[in-house]
């Protein structure tokens, strides 16, 4: 698995919608306090134009001294001073007639901004000649419209973050219940395998279809392996009983003086007959397994059995436990599984210890051993056909690396499951978990 961090699809498509939101809403606040900007601005202008055209009319069409022109403009911001508006006249050559002295005056018609005084000032002409001016103190809406836009900004990425996770939640619940669907399929039982209905969502749906199809061809290929798996194993099983019945006859005979080349091609024989048994055991799956006529046994009686078949050097270097427990099962399965956790335990030690605990509603058989043990790192790769491990590579131990598959896999048929774990005194632990009667 890849060392970055995961991420759901939900938190995705709930930063998706809050980044959507926030961009939109973005761009919406430029957009708007811009439009506001000039529509203040726009405003703004006409309300200093209005109150330069009321004084331009006070002021006449006819020329008045100085004076009358400094006192109608004086009382004209005595009436305005609630606006804040400030006024200045000057004639036709630029000379200020009257007012503020320091108010810029921008061309006839014009408005005309002056930053470092924040003044918004606009002039027209009178009929009397003179120039008039309105100005006012720039107002301050556009930074509390930007402000604004920051906040609301703020609120609706919260807002749609909150919210967006359970919308998003909800849209990817038909792939969710789709992915528990996989999830829950038996590859025993994956021609049938199940995946609902239609969700009436067109990705997911088409998702679905290519699954079915996908489950439905690797059921085809592992029935197709299974089946000429067990067909090969049954094919060899025939003549290798009977050559090896012929070969237990030659030994017979010859009983006073075998030969050695007869010994070892009996011996090569029975190593093969096992392979072939093991072969049909692993051919078969487990859903066939279970079904299988299954009786109560007892795992201790299994156990002894297992160990009096065994040559008699090997049977006292095995450890029997006390105690009892009585599984539903194949007595014959059942026997191999345990010979197979025993003679692995007496190849790679010297003695094996086999303890029978209690656990809720299962018996557990654990078969330990004074050999080199299995580090963790292979504990599940030991379990697959055909694997072999360092340690027995290294001594050349003989065996085709069948053996712990065949356990687990009868384990699982019988609804029970193996593994090894760690074991204090050191050596391997092998642990085999079956459902009791009792239970």
Known sequence: ???????????????????????????????????????LQRAEDRRLREAAWVLAVELGAKPLGADQVRAIVRHEHEETQHASISFAVAASDGLLAAGDTLLLRPPVGECETEPSKRLRACSVSSQGGLVVTAASIRSVETPLFLLAALAAIAFTGVVTWCWSRPVARAAVAPLSRLRERVAAIDVDRSAKADLGSSEGVTEVDELRA??????????????????????????????????????????EDSAERPTQGLTTVRAKVVELSTLVDRLLILAAPRS??????????????????????????????????????????????????????????????????????????????TIDDDGPGVDEASRERVFEPFYRGEEALRQRMPGHGLGLALIRHVAESHRGRAAFSTHAAGGARLQIELPRVDS
């Open 288 to 365: 066939v397994m279970a079904t299988l006529p299954t009786e109560i046994v007892s795992l201790r009686d299994v156990m002894e059995d297992v160990v009096r078949s065994l040559p008699k050097e090997q049977q006292a270097r095995v450890a029997l436990p006390e105690r009892d427990a009585l599984v539903w099962g194949d007595p014959v399965l059942l026997s191999t599984m345990f010979a197979n956790g025993v003679s692995n335990a007496l190849k790679f030690g010297q003695r094996a210890r086999v303890a029978l605990t209690h656990a809720e509603s299962h018996a557990i058989v």
């Open 210 to 251: 290519t699954l079915g199809h996908l489950i439905e061809g690797l059921s085809r290929a592992i029935e197709e392996a299974q089946r000429f798996a067990g067909n090969a194993a049954h094919e060899l099983r025939t003549p290798l009983t009977a050559v090896r019945a012929e070969l237990d006859l030659l030994v």
């Open 1 to 39: 698995m890849s060392s970055r961090a995961q991420d759901s699809l939900v938190a995705r498509v709930a930063r998706s919608a809050a980044l959507a939101a926030s961009s939109s809403a973005l761009l919406a606040a430029i957009a708007t306090s811009m439009l506001g900007a000039v529509l």
